[in-house]
């Protein structure tokens, strides 16, 4: 009997604790928690798989070109994880390889290969670039990233074309992203239009679809927008899944842009799934 007594305190004790735990829990947290079994499965695969390196050569694509689009937002993801020796090795292939000096300052090319003549980098690769030397500088105090950036030729006309186009989408969220700390109804206005501006985009099966997903989750995550977030963080998922079940994966730098945005949840998720 005392056994039996016993065993149903512990039961009972235990069951209170879940209970604080759950009640304990922000309405963002519950709201993730069903999610969450998936984010640390496809976190740790993407981890393994995505080629995060401070050497940029490791990320020549097959046809011998290192592009921009895989380096700037691996640097990116270096600067966030605090990994200043890599960050410095990938910093210092950008300074020599991809960014060309002429009158106006410093123009960011597009892709490298030492036999190819220089070809500019697009609007959006100028502001995946931006945000890598930022955070570079902002989260690990490397001044020839602030350097770099400051030097580096921003052509209004091209901006404001690519603002109108079709990635004009992505470009506004991570602006978007950047300015909901400062002003949380930017974040929310981005989020409310989302529906209506995802739709003639015909983003489905597009090859920049888990780029536009992935950069609204981290907005919904900074709007703290629970509902949001597990909308878009579920569609994030279930795009990578069929890559995680047939060993594939997304190129270089979607890699490391769906990294920070798993990283993103994690960090506003239960806490007792943090990895150990």
Same mark, same amino acid.
């Given at each position: 009997?005392?056994?039996?007594?016993?065993?149903?305190?512990?039961?009972?004790?235990?069951?209170?604790?879940?209970?604080?735990?759950?009640?304990?829990?922000?309405?963002?947290?519950?709201?993730?928690?069903?999610?969450?079994?998936?984010?640390?499965?496809?976190?740790?695969?993407?981890?393994?798989?995505?080629?995060?390196?401070?050497?940029?050569?490791?990320?020549?694509?097959?046809?011998?070109?290192?592009?921009?689009?895989?380096?700037?937002?691996?640097?990116?993801?270096?600067?966030?994880?605090?990994?200043?020796?890599?960050?410095?090795?990938?910093?210092?292939?950008?300074?020599?390889?991809?960014?060309?000096?002429?009158a106006?300052?410093?123009?960011?090319?597009?892709?490298y290969?030492?036999?190819?003549?220089?070809?500019?980098?697009?609007?959006?690769?100028?502001?995946?670039?931006?945000?890598?030397?930022?955070?570079?500088?902002?989260?690990?105090?490397?001044?020839?990233?602030?350097?770099?950036?400051?030097?580096i030729?921003? &052509?209004?006309?091209?901006?404001? %074309?690519?603002? $109108?186009?079709?990635?004009?989408? @992505?470009? *506004?969220?991570? /602006?978007? #992203?950047d300015?909901?700390?400062?002003?949380?109804?930017?974040?929310?206005?981005?989020?409310?239009?989302?529906?209506?501006?995802?739709?003639?985009?015909?983003?489905?099966?597009?090859?920049?679809?888990?780029d536009?997903? &992935?950069?609204?989750?981290?907005? %919904?995550?900074? $709007?703290?927008?629970?509902?949001? @977030?597990? *909308?878009?963080? /579920?569609? #994030?998922?279930?795009?990578?899944?069929?890559?995680?079940?047939?060993?594939?994966?997304?190129?270089?730098?979607?890699?490391?842009?769906?990294?920070?945005?798993?990283?993103?949840?994690?960090?506003?998720?239960?806490?007792?799934?943090?990895?150990?």
């Open positions: 009997m005392r056994r039996r007594t016993l065993a149903a305190a512990v039961l009972c004790a235990g069951a209170m604790a879940a209970s604080a735990c759950a009640t304990g829990q922000s309405r963002m947290a519950r709201a993730l928690d069903p999610s969450m079994e998936r984010v640390q499965v496809t976190e740790g695969y993407i981890r393994a798989v995505a080629g995060i390196t401070g050497d940029a050569r490791r990320l020549m694509r097959g046809d011998g070109y290192v592009y921009l689009a895989d380096v700037a937002p691996q640097l990116r993801y270096l600067a966030v994880d605090r990994d200043t020796a890599r960050y410095r090795s990938l910093r210092t292939y950008v300074q020599e390889k991809l960014l060309r000096r002429d106006t300052g410093l123009t960011p090319e597009r892709r290969r030492s036999d190819v003549r220089f070809e500019p980098a697009t609007a959006y690769g100028y502001q995946w670039l931006g945000e890598a030397l930022r955070d570079g500088w902002r989260l690990l105090g490397d001044t020839a990233s602030a350097q770099l950036l400051a030097q030729a921003w &052509s209004g006309e091209d901006m404001q %074309a690519a603002y $109108a186009s079709t990635y004009g989408f @992505t470009m *506004r969220c991570a /602006d978007a #992203v300015e909901v700390q400062q002003s949380p109804a930017t974040g929310r206005a981005v989020l409310a239009k989302a529906v209506r501006d995802l739709q003639p985009l015909q983003v489905r099966g597009q090859e920049y679809e888990l536009v997903l &992935s950069c609204m989750t981290r907005l %919904a995550v900074a $709007a703290r927008d629970p509902d949001a @977030t597990v *909308r878009y963080l /579920d569609r #994030v998922l279930d795009l990578l899944e069929p890559l995680v079940r047939h060993s594939g994966r997304p190129d270089g730098g979607t890699s490391a842009d769906v990294l920070l945005t798993l990283r993103a949840v994690r960090e506003v998720g239960p806490r007792y799934y943090d990895r150990r």
